[in-house]
DNA sequence: CTGAAAGCGCTAACAC
DNA sequence: GTGTTAGCGCTTTCAG
């Protein structure tokens, strides 16, 4: 209600309310910074004048002395990923939990990631949140270098701090889970849009419970242009694989865009699943929950990934973490829905 | 490869530049910017030492004497809703192409919204941009007041400049399509998550053709909590509407999640779709064209929408759009896939 | 505990 | 054309 008239009045600086409270630049910047040298009548003076003409600290002015912001620059991957956008919008709400602004680059291509770090580096952003990573790690590496310090939130990290789910266990979990309904040739598909650390350690939990339970290892990969599946280097065809003598009965995919595809897959050759094929995912991204895909999945807990990862980069801006890079991995749940079920005999 | 063991040397200033090239500051200065007038030789020599010593203007010391920022401000409604993560991913991207950052704040809750707002505004973001609005138009008009110029994209404008997909066109090509296929009982849901405008916009387009075919309009109301539908004021079932004498034989839905979960609910009921229910949607999310969705929908052109807002944005900044807020709204394409059939007789 | 003063790195008049 | 200079609004020594 203050100013009508005066619509065009730039906003109160530090000074005017220096002078209305009848004290120095300095004693009103200690009160605003909460200081702890202010004695307590000055400070009642100072309040009081800040509110009478409505003074807001000027961000800018405070960035360029500081030389460093209360931003976070989030790396994200394709937005049109379900689970990139749920680790998006969680990692924004967390970080706003805790002061700070989040400015999300692209991360699409090498060239759009390196210069989007550039951009932020430039912004002096407090620091940096991978969500994906499609540059080159050593360049990335030169490229932060110390500057800021980063985070990687289930994705490839040679160096910095991580946070991720445990996909070990995750995929354990979910191959044990379809040796014990009795499958027998289960094979694993490797979706290349999954970061390389991810499905490697996905990989090895099903060869551990495979080789564990006397069973054979199938790995597949998805190519997807052209447009196909490989095993090893050889091509093979999805009749090969769904239909045959040695086809399979139960598919563990390293995400659930990839047991999606799948599930259209089977759709279209007329397999029925789960009666003739068992399909398991991971990430439960919102897809899965749909009745009609309803699809087994290893679910990872975005909100508390995005929680530990904002908490991390907090703790290491105050300087209370070690020096070494931490890696913190949190527990993943099996969510069975209605993509597996005993093999048809 | 510069400055081995000058690990922590400060980065290079303007003034480095100018001394290294032996001219002022304001010379450094008008050559970064661009400024038209400095002498060919003179630009050679300061673009010789910044390349030298790796000169980066300090951005955060721009942003103080300006005032003003190149980032924008982004308002955005549940990112896991997969038109806004669409619709957030194609914003930073052309902002981006043209030399913006975003900075995204989440607009859930009224609250939350006029927080971001504020801190937008602190930030002195060069425009905001909402892609959803959750709060009380009045008082987010008072907020940004004639700080910042403002462009709303497929959500409700009463002020500020607007870009958004034409609504009224798209639902009625929409009715007509499930006119045309001969259905009479067609019904219209109105999701509540679908902006006020849109909602009534679309709703029109419903009725207009619906009366143009001589038809009764037949419109419901999703509530979510406790879920239900109403039909004016009175709780109707899904039996109600999907069985008996009077039901529909056809639904357009607002949004394609509404549709979706249309769907969910006749596959629960046991009811064909699209034998025995023709379902439209609107927006065409990614959901719409997997295999098992497969759902005849109405396609916003988010890539459009993105770059007509980035530049209207862009142009309002430069000034060079008239004072009056500007409204564009683009062409809506029907995409029938396998949601809708002739009806059942 | 408070005030005076020196910047942070850049832009933009305004002289020369 | 180019250099000089006065800020932008705040933080932070350093005296008192």
Redesign the interface.
């Known amino acids: 209600m203050s100013n009508r008239g005066l619509?065009f009045a730039k906003p109160p600086t530090i000074v005017d309310v220096a002078r209305l409270a009848d004290v120095s630049k300095s004693t009103v910047s200690n009160v605003i910074r909460n200081a702890n040298c202010v004695k307590p009548e000055m400070r009642a003076r100072v309040t009081q004048a800040i509110t009478a003409i409505g003074y807001?600290p000027?961000?800018?002015?405070r960035?360029?002395v500081l030389?460093r912001?209360k931003?976070f620059g989030v790396v994200v991957g394709?937005?049109?990923n379900?689970f990139h956008?749920?680790m998006?919008?969680q990692i924004?709400?967390h970080a706003?939990l805790q002061g700070y602004?989040?400015?999300?680059?692209?991360s699409q291509t090498d060239m759009?990631e390196a210069a989007?770090l550039e951009?932020l580096l430039?912004?002096?952003v407090a620091g940096i949140i991978f969500l994906a990573h499609a540059g080159m790690p050593e360049r990335t590496r030169q490229l932060i270098a110390?500057k800021v310090p980063t985070i990687f939130v289930a994705c490839k990290a040679d160096w910095g701090d991580l946070v991720s789910g445990d996909d070990l266990q995750g995929a354990k979990d979910a191959t044990r889970h379809l040796v014990s309904l009795g499958h027998r040739r289960i094979a694993y598909f490797a979706d290349p849009i999954v970061e390389d650390d991810a499905d490697r350690a996905r990989r090895a939990g099903y060869r551990a419970v495979m080789a564990e339970a006397g069973l054979l290892p199938i790995v597949f990969h998805w190519r997807r242009s052209p447009p196909g599946v490989l095993r090893g280097n050889r091509e093979v065809t999805h009749q090969e694989v769904l239909h045959g003598p040695k086809r399979v009965t139960a598919i563990f995919s390293s995400n659930d865009l990839g047991a999606?595809e799948l599930?259209?897959w089977a759709?279209?050759l007329g397999i029925k699943v789960p009666e003739q094929l068992s399909i398991v995912g991971f990430d439960d991204i919102?897809?899965a929950k749909?009745?009609?895909?309803n699809l087994t999945t290893v679910a990872q807990p975005q909100a508390k990934l995005a929680e530990l990862a904002i908490d991390t980069l907090a703790r290491r801006l105050a300087g209370s973490l070690p020096a070494p890079p931490v890696r913190k991995s949190v527990e993943l749940n099996m969510v069975i829905r209605g993509s597996t079920a005993v093999p048809e005999r």
Chains 1, 2 share one sequence.
Not at 58 to 61: D, K, S, V, Y
Not at 290 to 293: D, K
């Open positions: 619509a807001r000027n961000i800018l002015a960035q360029l030389q912001t931003i394709d937005l049109a379900p956008a749920e998006a919008k924004e709400r706003s602004r989040v400015m999300f680059v692209n759009a989007g951009s430039e912004y002096r110390g999606i599930l259209d759709d279209k919102v897809l749909l009745a009609r895909i």
